[in-house]
């Protein structure tokens, strides 16, 4: 695992995978590293759904276990509502999220998907739509922005976009992890 050193940056970092001939957008993830730990937002294909949430890996850069929180849906103030750290991963009763936090993970998440996302029925997703009509691709309710389609690596069947300096273990370690289907297989 990468030493806490090589990570105390907190520049955010993010990671994309399309399927262009399946689900589509099999997950966006976004995140800052904080000293041990790793806050960010993820939203992706489960179910043929696209369940969100904020999350926090407590410890990742430590050599105490990980602890991995996230909120129910994309509702930072509620919040941490679950543990997938472990088998049974609902709380009982939900563990307050720093104010600070908050707002970080409040903006990251705003500009990330301003940046990458668009959402079927949200204001100018008209236009989205028939670009990707035009380049025969298949509308979701979660969709990687048109004019972002050329960033994304296209060698595979699933396309991916990610920043330079992503940490590919806490990609790793997201998808072995949390409930989207992505990574599972």
Request: hydrophobic share 35%; net charge negative; aromatic share 16%.
């Amino acid at each position: 695992m990468t030493t806490p050193e090589t990570s105390l940056a907190t520049q955010p970092e993010h990671y994309i995978a399309y399927a262009p001939r399946g689900a589509g957008l099999e997950c966006a993830v976004v995140y800052f590293v904080e000293g041990d730990h790793v806050y960010g937002w993820w939203i992706g294909f489960q179910d043929y759904q696209y369940p969100s949430a904020f999350f926090k890996l407590e410890n990742f850069f430590s050599e105490r276990d990980t602890v991995f929180l996230a909120t129910a849906t994309s509702d930072i103030y509620g919040g941490w509502r679950y543990v997938y750290s472990k088998k049974e991963p609902g709380l009982s009763k939900p563990v307050p999220v720093d104010d600070e936090i908050c707002h970080k993970l409040e903006r990251l998440q705003d500009a990330f998907a301003n940046e990458w996302l668009w959402f079927r029925g949200d204001p100018g997703s008209e236009a989205e739509a028939t670009a990707y009509e035009q380049a025969e691709l298949a509308v979701q309710d979660v969709n990687v922005k048109h004019r972002r389609l050329g960033k994304l690596h296209k060698e595979a069947p699933v396309w991916t976009e990610e920043s330079h300096g992503l940490n590919l273990e806490i990609m790793d370690y997201l998808a072995a992890h949390w409930p989207l289907d992505y990574g599972k297989d």
